[in-house]
C-alpha cells in the first residue's frame, strides 16, 4: 500500500450539482478555498493557487486540469513552484439521496526524498482535511438557504 498518499471522504448533506459547484465555481472557490486561487474547470484549464509559507514567503502552487466529467470527477495535476516532481489530486463525487459523497486522492507524493514526503504528507493530509470540512460546510449552508428560498 502506498504510504505516501492522501485518501480523503466525506459525506455532504447537499445534492451533487451544488457540491460540483462550490467544488468547479470561482465564487465558491474564494469562500471554501482561498480568493488567491483560480481554477479554469475544463479540459487542460490551469489551476494556481498563491499561499504564505512559515517564513511568510509567497509561494505558487500550480497544475493543469488532467481530466473533467462534471458532476462527478475533476483530476488535476499539483506542484509547487520548486518540487522536482508534479503530485495528481482527484476529486470523486458520488450521488446518494440528496447527499453527495465527495472523495478525494492525492498521490505522488512518495516522489519526494523521505523527510520531505513525509513532511508534504502531513502539510498536504491537514489542509486538505481542512478545505474539504470548509467545502462542505459551504455546500451544506448554500442547500439550506436554497431550500429555505423555496419553502
Known amino acids: 500500500m ?9 459525506l455532504i448533506a447537499a445534492p451533487i450539482s451544488h457540491v460540483w ?3 468547479t465555481q470561482s465564487k465558491n472557490i474564494h ?3 482561498s480568493s488567491k486561487v483560480k481554477l479554469e ?7 494556481e ?9 509567497t509561494v505558487v502552487t500550480r497544475g493543469k486540469v488532467l481530466a473533467i466529467q462534471p458532476p462527478q470527477e475533476l483530476i488535476l495535476s499539483w506542484a509547487d513552484e520548486d ?6 489530486v482527484t476529486f470523486l463525487l458520488v450521488s446518494s439521496d440528496n447527499n453527495t459523497l465527495l472523495t478525494l486522492a492525492h498521490k505522488g507524493l512518495e516522489h519526494f526524498p523521505n523527510q520531505l514526503g513525509d513532511t508534504l504528507l502531513a502539510h498536504h493530509q491537514k489542509g486538505w482535511t481542512e478545505l474539504l470540512q470548509n467545502l462542505k460546510v459551504l455546500a451544506e449552508t448554500n442547500n439550506h438557504r436554497l431550500q429555505t428560498e423555496q419553502n
Open 83 to 88: 518540487w522536482s516532481a508534479e503530485t495528481q
Open 31 to 33: 469562500q471554501w478555498w
Open 41 to 47: 474547470p475544463y479540459l487542460q484549464g490551469g489551476l
Open 21 to 23: 459547484d462550490c467544488l
Open 49 to 57: 493557487e498563491l499561499w504564505e509559507n512559515e517564513q511568510g514567503q
Open 2 to 10: 502506498d504510504t505516501k498518499s492522501i485518501n480523503l471522504s466525506l
